[in-house]
């Protein structure tokens, strides 16, 4: 009776960990496994009448989160208090239900058994299909070569700008009135007075007002392409405008550019060996996925389905 009991909680602990998506706070990392020299494993957390959960069950549910997720649960302790609430509450209502048969239910069967298959699809694929993928340094600058592109910072533009906001479809009288806001402060620019001033004074781009009007360094595809094709084009600390774009209309000053670079294998190795890494998975689980749905005469009925849904 208790191996039942048992199975019921952990299959409600697996439903709910699925849903469950964590937000990680500054903090330092690797609490957890520094908490294991002074508590042992053994220590009660939490229970709920004559239910404990240890610190080794915690440690144990951590683990069966990917690599990634885990790192992300472990910057904070606060992440892992929030989990074990979270497993005490499903401890708790997930008793509950069972008390008044949920657990029964021909619907709630079907979806644990859904759940079931999802989980088992997903480790038997992450356990037995993906183990054993290895790439060799060759391997790793043959990918390089053959998609430098990927690897390739575009051309940048450092720009300062000041907006006067307009909307895409403004009447005659606002778009007048917006230029003539416009030439006054291109009149005080050429009085000689500061960019920075007057962007804190008088731009409507709240994101770069406080900063003198900096936008930064920027890549052609971040920028109106309005802006893009004047900010690409002016003369580096020449002051250029009215330039129209979706937002209204700019005042521009460009700072600095520089040209497009290619980033070298060895800066960008262990990127170069996640995208390939994931290229090889997918090839993979694509691959078995498809051997297996032939194999299992597997077919899905998509043209009906489509007038099902249509009716």
Same mark, same amino acid.
């Given at each position: ?21 964590? /937000? ?55 992440? !892992? ?6 497993? /005490?509450?499903?401890? /708790? ?31 038997? !694929? ?8 290895? !790439? ?16 390739? =910072? ?63 360094? =920027? ?5 109106? *392409? ?32 520089? *040209? ?7 800066? !960008? ?43």
């Amino acid at each position: 009776m208790k191996a039942i009991k048992k199975n019921r909680f952990y299959i409600s602990i697996l439903f709910l960990l699925a849903c469950l998506y964590f /937000v990680a706070g500054p903090g330092p990392s690797g609490w957890l496994h520094a908490a294991e020299k002074s508590n042992p494993g053994d220590t009660v957390i939490a229970q709920a009448g004559n239910w404990k959960l240890t610190y080794d069950d915690i440690k144990r549910i951590v683990s069966y989160y990917p690599k990634s997720q885990q790192e992300e649960l472990l910057r904070n302790p606060r992440n !892992v208090i929030t989990l074990v609430r979270r497993l /005490v509450q499903a401890k /708790v209502l997930s008793d509950k239900a069972y008390s008044e048969g949920f657990n029964n239910r021909p619907d709630i069967k079907e979806q644990l058994e859904l759940f079931t298959r999802d989980k088992l699809a997903s480790a038997y !694929v992450r356990e037995k299909v993906l183990k054993g993928i290895k !790439v060799t340094d060759q391997d790793l600058r043959l990918y390089y070569r053959s998609h430098k592109d990927k690897y390739r =910072l575009p051309p940048m533009v450092k720009v300062r700008h000041i907006l006067i906001r307009l909307p895409k479809n403004a009447k005659a009288v606002e778009v007048k009135q917006a230029r003539k806001r416009i030439k006054d402060i291109l009149t005080q620019l050429k009085k000689g007075e500061k960019f920075d001033v007057l962007a804190g004074m008088y731009s409507e781009d709240p994101g770069s007002r406080e900063k003198g009007g900096e936008l930064g360094w =920027l890549p052609r595809n971040a920028l109106d *392409p309005s802006f893009a094709k004047a900010a690409f084009s002016a003369k580096i600390g020449k002051i250029v405008g009215p330039v129209r774009s979706a937002f209204g209309l700019h005042i521009l000053e460009v700072e600095a550019r520089r *040209p497009a670079k290619q980033l070298p294998f060895d800066k !960008v190795k262990e990127q170069v060996k996640a995208d390939l890494l994931k290229e090889l998975r997918t090839a993979k689980v694509r691959n078995f996925i498809n051997d297996q749905m032939t194999s299992e005469k597997a077919r899905i009925n998509k043209e009906e389905l489509i007038k099902l849904l249509m009716k």
